[in-house]
C-alpha cells in the first residue's frame, strides 16, 4: 500500500478491518516546511507493526523487484505523492487501485479538491479506479459523491472526500478479493486533467465578481498558503468570506465599511464580505478597520 495524508490513514485502517494482510506500507517523509494538518500514515503504520518503507524514489528496478518479491495480489495507492511506472504497477498480480478526489473522469490530475471549489462545483467525491500508465485514466471500481456548499472551504470538502473514499473501498473490498467486482472503462473527457497549485496562484484580481473571489478564497484557505491581493500599500491575505446578499452600483472595486465589516464592492456590483484575514503582521482587526473605511474607502486593483 502506497499511501499519504488522511485518506491514506482511513483506507489503510479501511483495508485492515477488512480482514486484508498489509505486507508492506509506503509512504513519504514529511515535509519540515509544510504544515502537517493531516493524519500520519507512517505512524499508524508503526502503531499496527505493519513492514514500513519510505523511499525517496519509488519507480527504481531495485524498489520494485523488491515489491515483485511479495507476491502480493494487490497494489494500493492511496494519496501517495509520485506517480507509480509500469514495473511498480506490474508487481501485484491482480491489479494495481487508486483512490482519487473527485468524480473521475471530472478533475483528473493534481489538487482536484482545490479545482472543484475554485471552479464553483457543487459536488466532489472519491473515485477507486485502475492504475495504468496515463494519470487518474484506468477502468472505474467505485465512486461516492459529496455536496460542496456554498461556503465550504477546502479542508471542510477534503474532510467529505476522505469518509467516501473510505465508504467506496470498504463496498469495494469483498468484490475484489472474490474476483467479481465491478470494473467499467472510463471516458476520457477533454479539458478535464488539471495541475499542480502553488502559492501564486491564490493571487485576487479585484475585478472578478465577488463569488469567483469567493471560490478562490475558500478553495486556498488556510491549511492551504491562501488567497491574497494588494490593499494600499500592504498585502491582505483574505481566510474566510462570504457573498453579501445586497449589490451596488457597478464600478471601480473598493474595500469600504459597512454595518460593522469590511466589504469588497466589486466590479460588477456585487459585494463580499470580508470575515478573517490578516497582513504580514498577522491577523486583522477588521471591525476596527470597518469604521475608518466607511468614511474612506480603498480603492483596488
Request: net charge neutral; charged share 20%.
Amino acid at each position: 500500500m502506497f499511501a499519504y495524508h488522511d485518506v491514506g490513514v482511513r483506507c489503510l485502517k479501511a483495508l485492515l478491518s477488512g480482514g486484508v494482510e498489509v505486507p508492506l506500507v509506503v509512504t513519504v517523509a514529511d515535509d519540515p516546511r509544510e504544515r502537517q494538518w493531516f493524519a500520519s500514515v507512517a505512524a499508524t503504520a508503526r502503531d499496527y507493526g505493519l513492514p514500513l518503507a519510505m523511499p525517496d524514489d519509488p519507480n527504481t528496478e531495485q524498489f520494485a523487484a523488491e515489491l515483485a518479491a511479495l507476491e502480493a495480489d494487490f497494489l494500493f495507492s492511496f494519496y501517495y505523492r509520485a506517480m507509480l511506472g509500469a514495473p511498480v504497477l506490474a508487481s501485484a498480480g491482480r491489479g494495481a487501485l487508486n483512490m482519487h478526489g473527485s468524480l473521475l473522469p471530472k478533475y483528473r490530475g493534481r489538487a482536484p479538491v482545490n479545482w472543484a471549489i475554485l471552479n464553483g462545483e457543487r459536488e466532489s467525491g472519491a473515485t477507486l479506479h485502475y492504475m495504468v500508465a496515463r494519470a487518474d485514466a484506468g477502468d472505474i471500481v467505485d465512486q461516492q459523491a459529496v455536496p460542496i456548499l456554498a461556503d465550504d472551504d477546502a479542508r471542510e470538502v477534503y474532510a467529505k472526500v476522505t469518509a467516501a473514499a473510505e465508504m467506496v473501498l470498504v463496498r469495494s473490498l469483498p468484490g475484489l478479493l472474490a474476483g467479481d467486482g465491478p470494473r467499467r472503462p472510463q471516458p476520457l473527457v477533454a479539458g478535464q486533467y488539471f495541475g499542480r497549485r502553488g502559492p501564486e496562484d491564490g493571487r485576487i484580481d479585484w475585478h472578478w465578481p465577488a463569488r469567483r473571489i469567493h471560490d478562490l478564497v475558500r478553495a486556498v484557505a488556510p491549511p492551504f498558503p491562501g488567497a491574497f491581493g494588494e490593499i494600499g500599500a500592504e498585502r491582505w491575505w483574505l481566510h474566510r468570506t462570504r457573498v453579501a446578499g445586497h449589490t451596488l452600483a457597478p464600478g471601480q472595486p473598493r474595500l469600504l465599511g459597512r454595518a460593522g465589516e469590511c466589504q469588497i464592492a466589486c466590479a460588477d456590483g456585487s459585494v463580499l464580505r470580508v470575515l478573517e484575514a490578516a497582513n504580514a503582521a498577522g491577523p486583522l482587526d477588521l471591525k476596527h478597520l470597518a469604521g475608518a473605511l466607511e468614511a474612506r474607502p480603498v480603492p483596488l486593483g
